[in-house]
């Protein structure tokens, strides 16, 4: 008893940095509910099946444009700051910003001139065509605002990242709806990309001031300086970056897939009901990113110096805290799904069942939290991958198997084992290739 006192006393430290971290993913919650709640009551189901329709491909199309670069600027950034190695620090954020800004661009000009086949043809949905084309102009501001987060990750200013990435939007999105300012589908997306894109320009700010305090005539962009011993050579952002795009893709696809596909199976009114118990699932996911973004750095900072007792207890730390702020809420999801739903109005508890599948999904990833962090963040991202397209298959398989039959419920149950099969892959792996990041190494 005396040791596991102990044990929390020395965690609570850390917890008071992830609890900061985790209050700024607070707003976030509250915002994005707020979101849903009033969008769902203002435009009903099947306009708000709309909506979530169009949220789920933008934010397909930009993880695409963005090419894992905002992970691999997030190891890079903080891997080099570590060593003093400011002159790579510059290269690789102005060139992982040019980058993600084209990949934005193009993702956008394709969503809008498919927007009608997609709509028509893919989802056989006219009432969609509008909304779609209209979701194009949030793609860059979305594709700048998460990888603006990734370089302030990386610059070890996780919270910020986090208010840049996933808590400022919303909020400002709900204060259009609020004001009554946002009355169709189209002018609820034209606050949102407006509100990605003050995001983003906020989060720009202290990327100027690094660039103003490190200038290129400061630093040789010729040669890199002497690394101490036994730190080693960073590859290329490219060799980071594409393994960890195919991760990024791979991982949004899992989330948005099911429910893509349960709108060619179903109706908008049913993907509205389960869109809502999918993103009520996934808060799960705000406490462990929440924490991981700001281990993330940490992770890549001490792994690149060889401190691999430091990475120990970073990780210790993390997971401890993502399953002492998690198990309430999943506990939550669990036992009251359709009093959850109902908040948002009458027809959402038809989902409640799938929520508690997708709560159950996201107990095993709150239990084994963060380990694909861990291997990104360590040059594991070819590992990372393999894992990833192994979800994709079981995805894939068991989709064709079960959306058809039980539609909902089945979407929800491919869900949570995809989650699962993430949490788990990705200890085994690090236990694998990295048993000292979880338990310090035998004496010989």
């Known amino acids: 008893m005396g ?264 109706d908008a009114s049913t993907v509205g009901a389960f869109s809502v118990a999918h993103r009520i699932s996934m808060m799960m996911w705000v406490v462990i990113l929440a924490i991981g973004t700001i281990s993330a750095p940490r992770f890549a900072a001490s792994h690149r110096r060889g401190d691999m007792a430091e990475l120990r207890r970073v990780n210790a730390n993390t997971r401890l805290c993502i399953t002492l702020l998690g198990v309430p809420m999943i506990a939550v999801m669990m036992l009251f799904p359709s009093h959850l739903l109902s908040i948002l109005g009458n027809g959402f508890e038809i989902a409640a069942t799938a929520l508690v599948i997708m709560a159950a999904g996201q107990l095993v990833n709150c239990l084994l939290p963060c380990q694909d962090i861990l291997l990104a963040m360590t040059g594991y991202g070819v590992q990372l991958r393999t894992l990833n397209l192994l979800q994709f298959f079981t995805c894939i398989v068991l989709g064709a198997i079960l959306l058809p039959a039980f539609g909902l419920v089945g979407c929800a149950i491919v869900t949570a084992i995809c989650i699962a099969q993430g949490a788990i892959g990705a200890t085994a792996i690090v236990w694998r290739v990295m048993p000292e990041a979880l338990r310090p190494p035998r004496a010989a």
């Open 3 to 266: 040791s596991m006192v102990s044990r929390l006393w020395s965690l609570a430290p850390a917890m008071a940095v992830y609890g900061v971290g985790v209050v700024v993913r607070g707003m976030e919650v509250i915002g994005k509910f707020l979101l849903y709640v009033l969008a769902a009551r203002r435009f009903g189901v099947f306009e708000a099946g709309l909506f979530f329709l169009c949220l789920t491909w933008m934010g397909l199309a930009s993880t695409i444009a963005r090419m894992g670069l905002e992970r691999a600027l997030t190891r890079h950034l903080a891997a080099a700051a570590a060593v003093k190695d400011f002159s790579s620090v510059r290269s690789d954020l102005l060139k992982g910003m040019l980058l993600t800004t084209c990949g934005g661009v193009v993702a956008a000009l394709l969503t809008y001139a498919f927007a009608e086949p997609v709509s028509i043809h893919l989802f056989g949905e006219p009432a969609l065509v509008a909304p779609m084309q209209t979701a194009a102009l949030a793609i860059v501001p979305w594709t700048l605002s998460v990888v603006i987060g990734g370089i302030l990750a990386g610059f070890q200013q996780g919270v910020l990242a986090q208010l840049i990435q996933n808590s400022l939007w919303p909020a400002l999105t709900v204060l259009g709806l609020v004001a009554h300012a946002a009355n169709t589908i189209e002018d609820l997306l034209v606050f949102l990309a407006a509100a990605m894109l003050a995001a983003a320009a906020l989060g720009v700010l202290p990327i100027l001031r690094f660039l103003a305090r490190h200038p290129a005539s400061a630093t040789d962009t010729t040669t890199s300086p002497a690394l101490p011993e036994g730190v080693y050579a960073m590859p290329a952002l490219w060799r980071t970056a594409l393994p960890l795009s195919v991760v990024e893709i791979v991982q949004v696809s899992l989330s948005s897939l099911p429910m893509l596909a349960l709108g060619m199976f179903t």
